[in-house]
């Protein structure tokens, strides 16, 4: 019996043309293409084959999309499985890793593009520039997720040079912004 494979791609941060190379020969040739329809801009679809089971997993949890994948991959399958952004930041990457191991699943990884670059690349900006900043911080805000510490706890970092991207943030950017002040971010910190 023929095992396929499972290759995580990291969808980017929206815009279909801005997946890698790799990813889309990955979805051009893919039997099966798993992707959250409430992340993954459904354009992306555009590169899979006409004839591949698509399968929004935005209502399935995560057992029950690692068990699509085990068992389209036992059934000899190449699995593309479309992730928002890039899946190591933020991506729930690892439990689904895990069930893969554990079923003996081969597997790939193709990264995204990440937001935080993206942005950048839209202002034209760089996130690190000498004598400004030349540290990095990728945050995330919360409402409902524990965390340890939060935004205000890194704030001070930005007050040294450091620069910060927020992610999940605008939906809660009145918290964001109360925290970056009670850190000691000022009204007129660019941002």
Same mark, same amino acid.
């Given at each position: 019996m023929k095992v396929g494979k499972v290759v995580f791609i990291g969808a980017g941060p929206g815009d279909p043309e801005l997946l890698t190379v790799k990813a889309k020969n990955v979805?051009? &040739?893919a039997d099966v293409v798993l992707y959250a329809g409430s992340l993954v801009?459904?354009?992306v679809l555009k590169w899979a084959r006409?004839?591949?089971e698509i399968i929004d997993t935005s209502r399935l949890t995560l057992e029950e999309i690692a068990d699509i994948m085990i068992k389209r991959a036992k059934e000899g399958k190449l699995v593309a499985r479309l992730k928002s952004g890039d899946f190591s930041i933020y991506g729930a990457l690892m439990e689904e890793i895990w069930a893969? &191991?554990?079923a003996g699943i081969p597997y790939e990884l193709i990264p995204g593009?990440?937001?935080a670059i993206a942005a950048a690349s839209v202002l034209g900006i760089e996130?690190?520039?000498p004598k400004i900043s030349q540290t990095l911080i990728i945050t995330r805000a919360s409402a409902a997720v524990p965390m340890e510490g939060s935004i205000k706890d890194y704030a001070p970092h930005l007050l040294k040079g450091a620069s910060m991207a927020i992610y999940t943030g605008v939906h809660l950017i009145d918290k964001v912004v109360r925290e970056l002040k009670e850190g000691g971010v000022p009204d007129d910190m660019p941002v």
């Open positions: 979805l051009e &040739e801009n459904p354009q006409k004839d591949a893969l &191991e554990d593009i990440t937001a996130l690190t520039l």
